[in-house]
């Protein structure tokens, strides 16, 4: 059982930054692919990011591609996404995810573990 908590959401206004958090329980952080994914008012959930599970492997939506960066820290069970030059189209409730298999991973249905969420709005 792997426990995800999402931190650093927030408000900003358009062109700033935010670095999202997702801490994880137990032992076995290191062997789950970890997914970001995101939720706008009115909207699927869609694909953000990806990092494999030793950190040298990425994806990224187009959407995000040059502005977000998704990175973990295997010694301190978190991954991160550090997102730039955010435009309200970014507004969402942004998921941190884990997955075992590296593979269709811009598919949410492969994600066993979910995180409750955190807020980012962005204003214009």
């Known amino acids: 059982q792997v426990q995800l908590v999402e931190s650093g959401g927030g408000l900003v206004q358009a062109g700033g930054s935010l670095r999202l958090s997702c801490a994880a329980s137990?032992?076995?952080?290191?062997?789950?692919?970890m997914g970001w994914f995101r939720q706008g008012p009115g909207k699927e959930r869609e694909f953000v990011a990806v990092?494999?599970?030793?950190?040298?492997?990425?994806d990224y939506a187009d959407s995000v591609k040059e502005r977000f960066t998704i990175s973990r820290d295997n010694a301190k069970n978190t991954a991160y996404l550090q997102m730039n030059n955010l435009k309200p189209d970014d507004t969402a409730i942004y998921y941190c995810?884990?997955?075992?298999?590296?593979?269709?991973?811009?598919?949410?249905?492969?994600?066993?573990?979910w995180g409750q969420g955190t807020q980012v709005t962005v204003s214009s």
């Open positions: 995810a884990a997955r075992i298999a590296y593979a269709n991973w811009r598919s949410a249905l492969g994600y066993v573990y």
């Open positions: 137990g032992r076995t952080f290191s062997s789950y692919v």
């Open positions: 990092v494999s599970p030793s950190g040298g492997g990425t």
